[in-house]
């Protein structure tokens, strides 16, 4: 299906987004058509009240720069109220149920609630006891509003999906397993580089490879030819170990500008920061003019709201 023969219908099929698995590439299009609206309005300074009298808990995990600034200034630009709950300031730190939590949070009149920082299995534990509306802000394995927010940033720069081909190079973590998801139900193609024992999950590949064409590869040039995008991430992400033989390993990974060489001329390097300059990638590159990673950072707020706006309606 293509994006731009696509008309939306500003609904979705989900009550939740818990995962880009669980979305259908018509979801994906009404969020990133919803998230091109809300922008074009903020661009203007103009906030529909879509959040009037509506609250949503952050409650979250870890630290966190972009999740809990666009998602708090996104609310306030709707009209909403938010409530910032650190994990490690409610019950659940001293043992309280994930059951418990959910259900006694849809008591209160919220409208919704951002998750961040639980694995998988208690996110889909949270929404199974929930009333009202659960979205995972990252967890372990998945990282869905910034894969979102990284389609809709490509089809900004680019103007399409279709044919497109993107690179991963690096740690096989939660953005390469939601960017296998996400790329391959837009119909890109995906190519991912990483060293032996970093694979993405083998769940998700096989379930990527339903969609659309994924390559696990380990050979840079194979991954980067004739690429549109090439992205990377963090080596260490927050729910590991700092672990100094995966960092050793993970060095020849690093993207460069020789990296940037292999791709497209007219490619473009994304990352979903934070980023680690001399590390995952050089500073030449991410500072670079092939560089998008604050639009990428920036349509966080965006798509932020189309989610909440569709999610709360
Ligand atoms: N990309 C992302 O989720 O950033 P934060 O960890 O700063 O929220
Ligand atoms: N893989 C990184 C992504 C941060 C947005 C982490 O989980 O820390």
Redesign the pocket.
């Known amino acids: 299906m293509d994006i731009n023969k696509y008309t939306p219908k500003y609904k979705i099929s989900q009550g939740n987004l818990l995962r880009l698995s669980d979305m259908t590439t018509e979801d994906i299009f009404e969020l990133l058509y919803l998230a091109k609206a809300m922008k074009k309005k903020f661009k203007v300074g103009e906030h529909p009240p879509v959040l009037k009298n509506k609250t949503i808990a952050l409650l979250f995990g870890?630290v966190?720069t972009?999740?809990r600034v666009s998602f708090e200034m996104g609310i306030r630009q709707l009209g909403g109220d938010y409530i910032f709950l650190p994990k490690n300031e409610t019950q659940l730190s001293r043992g309280e149920s994930i059951k418990d939590t959910a259900v006694m949070l849809g008591r209160y009149g919220l409208s919704a609630v951002v998750l961040r920082a639980f694995t998988d299995a208690e996110v889909s534990e949270f929404a199974r006891y929930s009333s009202i509306p659960v979205i995972n802000g990252?967890s372990?394995e998945t990282?869905p509003l910034?894969i979102l927010s990284d389609l809709f940033t490509i089809w900004e720069v680019k103007g399409r999906f279709d044919k497109l081909k993107i690179a991963y190079i690096g740690?096989g973590?939660?953005?390469a397993n939601s960017l296998i998801m996400g790329c391959s139900k837009v119909n890109m193609d995906i190519a991912i580089d990483s060293p032996h024992g970093y694979s993405p999950a083998r769940d998700v590949v096989e379930r990527g490879m339903q969609f659309g064409n994924v390559l696990i590869t380990d050979d840079v040039t194979e991954a980067v030819r004739g690429a549109d995008i090439v992205y990377t991430?963090?080596f260490?992400?927050?729910?590991?170990e700092d672990d100094e033989e995966k960092k050793r390993i993970l060095a020849r990974y690093r993207v460069t500008k020789e990296t940037m060489a292999l791709a497209k001329e007219d490619a473009v390097f994304m990352h979903?920061?934070?980023a680690h300059r001399g590390e995952e990638v050089s500073a030449e590159v991410i500072d670079g003019p092939q560089s998008i990673v604050y639009d990428q950072a920036e349509n966080r707020l965006h798509i932020n709201k189309a989610v909440l706006a569709l999610l709360t309606k």
């Open positions: 870890n966190s972009r999740t990252i372990d990282h910034q740690d973590n939660n953005i991430d963090v260490i992400s927050m729910n590991d979903c920061m934070p």
